[in-house]
């Protein structure tokens, strides 16, 4: 069956260092994947969407690699600030309107 | 707001009781999504509506569970004869359009604690 992995443990960074996720996934090839934000009582919030095609995308401090011959992608936040401190989730796309959601990443930012 | 809204944000029932989750999604998507997130747990994917076609239902858990979507917009999800598993926190999203190219947007969710 289909079955995506995030780190169950919480990733703890100091200020200004580079955080990255791990997403890996296994019985499957999804055509997109995205990552979103998610605060303590709020839902998700979306931050970057990356096709099977690119290998690479960037937003800002974020950087999104999707590697479909590891089945994994990677989700860096560089030169991170306590506010990035959240619930990280990899979601993947699963036929022509679904998504499969990861159970998250805890991250916290120490200052 | 602009947003997806849900209500209420918390709700507390007891056992055997009916319970109606409302979501309101944002103005002219025509997608929307429920999820249930329980503790630890990854979002569940419960119903899809899009548009005027039919829902695909193929998450909702058991025949307690049932959902629609008045004139394309406002959504219901309703969980009949509540058990303590029901307990989570439900999700809705909604999207301009179907498909997995589209960002889903989500509301802040509604916590069900079944007693």
């Known amino acids: 069956s289909q079955k995506i992995e995030q780190n169950s443990e919480a990733l703890n960074i100091q200020e200004g260092k580079t955080a990255t996720l791990t997403c890996n996934y296994t019985?499957?090839?999804?055509?997109?994947l995205q990552w979103y934000r998610q605060d303590p009582g709020r839902g998700p919030v979306f931050l970057l969407l990356?096709?099977?095609?690119?290998k690479e995308k960037r937003k800002e401090r974020l950087k999104v690699t999707f590697d479909t011959t590891l089945k994994q992608s990677l989700f860096h936040i560089t030169a991170s600030q306590p506010a990035d401190s959240a619930t990280y989730l990899c979601?993947?796309?699963?036929?022509?309107?679904?998504?499969?959601f990861g159970t998250g990443t805890r991250l916290k930012v120490l200052a | 707001g602009a947003g997806v809204s849900q209500s209420p944000s918390n709700k507390v029932t007891e056992k055997g009781k009916d319970v109606e989750l409302r979501c309101d999604p944002i103005?002219?998507?025509?997608?929307l999504y429920w999820y249930r997130q329980s503790l630890g747990q990854g979002l569940e994917f419960l119903i899809y509506?899009?548009?005027?076609?039919?829902?695909?239902k193929s998450g909702l858990p058991s025949d307690r569970f049932s959902a629609e979507r008045t004139g394309g917009s406002v959504s219901t999800l309703t969980i009949q004869r509540t058990q303590q598993e029901d307990s989570a926190v439900y999700l809705c999203?909604?999207?301009?359009?179907?498909?997995?190219?589209?960002?889903?947007?989500f509301g802040a969710g509604t916590r069900l604690s079944v007693l």
């Open positions: 999203a909604s999207s301009l359009e179907g498909g997995v190219g589209n960002i889903q947007y």
């Open positions: 019985n499957y090839s999804p055509a997109y």
């Open positions: 990356i096709r099977e095609n690119e």
């Open positions: 979601a993947l796309a699963s036929g022509t309107y679904k998504y499969i």
């Open positions: 103005s002219g998507h025509t997608a």
């Open positions: 509506f899009q548009g005027n076609s039919a829902p695909d």
